[in-house]
């Protein structure tokens, strides 16, 4: 299970920095959801999986490995919700650009860059 | 003490407060009562830890590996004040100089939001906290930075976003590894688990990835491109708030993190960070001498300073780090003031280039004075604020036989002093152009020009006290070289 969800964390990285390198502004937002996506599974992996165990359990003797690790799952929540937030922003901020000036051209973005 | 979490939750009831409120008018008295309560905490707070020493607070009362732990040293508590004092400054300047569209009470939920997040950066002590923190001074960064929603400030507004969220994927990313490995987000736990720890190899790609988290909000060499791209877009009191606060609390997480516990592998990292506080301070020098806009001079500017603080950190003597902190307060407070004094120019010239303005000596003296203050404070001219520093960095640099980083420092003041003398030349002393005669242009008067005194005043009252104010810093330095103190006070606070 760690080998398969290691590969899709890399996998959404590449494609994801392949977006980001793209021209277009709504690619570049598509990209950096990969992005997000894949730095949420990479910290949930990265702690370590327990499959089937849960979480929280009443009695309080039981030893590690017997139940799940609570806190990357509460980083990855927190995480999640921040990043939706974010994307959401970058699409509002895209569309009212788009409105302005009429391009989803990055390589149009030279004015604040001029002399 | 309880008190620490005051500086987040005061500015986090003044947005509920700002959301209910629709009066423009009550809105700036309520604004300028907040940054005023804040400035009074964080002093009360400072003379607590100088006081009592490390202050600590379990959120929710978890004991302190588990918990989020809030945990205000004298590094913080320095970082705090001038933080309060910036704020009250620009709120006073948010009277005169914020125009029609921005006036909206929406603008003063984004700054205490703003506030929020930095005060909530400098007194945390668990590194997802700080995560958090960040990403809630970036959302109401993004939204400050495109108020008014001209067709630059939401281009500038764009390349800001980009690099800033890739930045805070970084930072998320190198959090995620580090927890993998120590199974511990607590700085003070950190700190005894990896001063301990012979593996250092394995440390290094989670301290790479927060290196460049962070370095691309310090905005140093290589990673500061979203800068100069976007700070000269939005409204002259949200850049001079920007050019405060911002990168500095990139530079404040940078100094805390390899300070207490990326200590592994340090003489790498040490000399990386030399080399990029070289390169940062000559290329933004250099480029800010090329610029006749005003804000795009001080914005280059920004980034040539952030190279002193991340000289002190690299050069890591008691000395220099102290050098670095005190760097930071004069920066913060002198940089917001040139860049309130840009606004200043605006309004009463209609223009922020340079060659559009002109012959301000003989119509504002005092605005000239109020300029004089922080350019030569920033230069680095005794008996202001930016010499003791200055001086400081330069001799840890001596003494530790850095010399190219040393010659660095000292051409990039000469930038410095080019860069000052060009604004002085072209807006205070030459003739004022005709072709700007049209503008229509608003009188000033005393009041306008107060939060300008204050920041001047406190750029002359750390040049005066700087002795005081130099064993505050080498205080937090202390405290920071060996941070035995501070994980004791964390770990074992019941």
Redesign the interface.
Known sequence: MEILLAILVGVLYTAGTYMVLRRSILKFIIGLIFLSNATNLLVFLSAGLTAGKPAFVEDATTTSGQIADPLPQALVLTAVVIGFGLTVFALALKLKFFETTGTDDLDQLKKTDKQ | MTAIVLPILVPFLFILAFIAIKSHRIAQALSIIGSSILLVLSLYLFFQVKDQGILTLNMGGWKAPMGITLVIDYFSALMLVVTAVIGLAITIYTLYYLPGQHQHTRFYVFFFALMMGVNGAFTTGDV?NL??WF?VI??SS??LI?IG?S??Q??????Y??LN??GS?LF??G???L???T?T?NMAHLAEILRTDPQSTLINSSTALFFIAFGIKAAVFPLFFWL???Y??PNITVTALFAGLLTKVGVYALIRFFTLFFVQDQSFWLSTMAVIAGLTMVIGGMAAS???DIRRILSYHIISQIGYMIMGLAIFTPLAIAGAIFFMLHNMIAKTNTFLVAGVIHRSQGSFHLKEVGGLLKQNPLLAILFIIPAFALVGVPPLSGFFPKFMLIKAGIEAQDYLIVAAAVITAMFTLYSKIKIWNQAFLKKDPSSSQLNIRKSLWVPHLIPLIILALVSVFLGLFAATIFDYTMAAAQQLIDPSDYIHHVLNNQ
């Open positions: 997802f995560y958090v990403e970036l959302i993004f939204i495109i929603h067709k630059a939401l281009e500038g507004g764009i390349k976003m980009a969220l890739i994927l998320l990313a959090l995620g590894l927890y993998g490995k199974g987000l100069p791209a976007s000269h877009t090329a610029h006749y």
